[in-house]
């Protein structure tokens, strides 16, 4: 709500008081959700897309490097997996292995989530270090908004021990939290 000033908010206080406590409730349990996910030590990056504006925050040291992409068209390989993120569900690409140290991930929400407010979790499993004798090193990026997701390309970097024989580990999964059910997006990867 701290988003909603002058103008915007002039509007907002003409709304139906009904839909205007329903927008403020989704609001607060969104706020909710976004401070769990900061203080969750298995996020290590946060996405926002706020004010017509995609942006990524780092919550903490991590074995992998995640980015936004300037250029979503631009792809050598499509991938034949691709992750669909449903609310109250996980979903997997299983594991795959590629000579590829980077890893294109474009995220499509689905029209109905555009004009609501989301929070889902992309987790590359294969971030850790294995064996990892830190159960808490971060393998997940979070993602909340309230409109579309202005840029939606991103680029994974693995980090260098997931190499085994000229080959990195490759895993992504999914965890939808709201809406609480149907589709929220589906995630394509490339190089």
């Given at each position: 709500?701290?988003?909603?000033?002058?103008?915007?908010?002039?509007?907002?206080?003409?709304?139906?008081?009904?839909?205007?406590?329903?927008?403020?409730?989704n609001l607060r349990a969104l706020n909710v959700?976004?401070?769990?996910?900061?203080?969750?030590?298995?996020?290590?990056?946060?996405?926002?897309s706020v004010n017509g504006k995609t942006l990524i925050k780092k919550l903490r040291e991590a074995n992998f490097d995640f980015e936004s992409s300037p250029n979503s068209s631009v792809s050598t390989r499509t991938l034949p997996y691709s992750l669909e993120v449903y609310g109250g569900?996980?979903?997997?690409t299983g594991?795959?292995?590629?000579?590829?140290?980077?890893?294109?991930?474009n995220v499509n929400l689905d029209l109905n989530?555009?004009?609501?407010?989301?929070?889902?979790?992309?987790?590359?499993?294969?971030?850790?270090?294995?064996?990892?004798?830190?159960?808490?090193?971060?393998?997940?990026?979070a993602f909340s908004g309230t409109g579309p997701l202005w840029s939606n390309s991103f680029v994974w970097t693995a980090y260098w021990d997931a190499q085994v024989g000229g080959l990195f580990s490759w895993e992504f999964s999914s965890l939808g939290t709201t809406p609480n059910y149907g589709h929220i997006a589906q995630c394509t990867f490339s190089y």
């Open positions: 709500l701290s988003y909603v000033t002058g103008a915007d908010w002039e509007r907002l206080e003409k709304v139906n008081p009904v839909n205007l406590e329903k927008c403020k409730s959700q976004v401070a769990n996910a900061v203080n969750d030590p298995q996020n290590a990056y946060m996405v926002f569900n996980s979903s997997s594991v795959f292995k590629d000579a590829s140290r980077t890893i294109r991930m989530v555009q004009f609501n407010y989301y929070f889902f979790q992309v987790l590359s499993p294969n971030a850790k270090p294995s064996p990892d004798d830190n159960y808490s090193t971060p393998e997940s990026v």
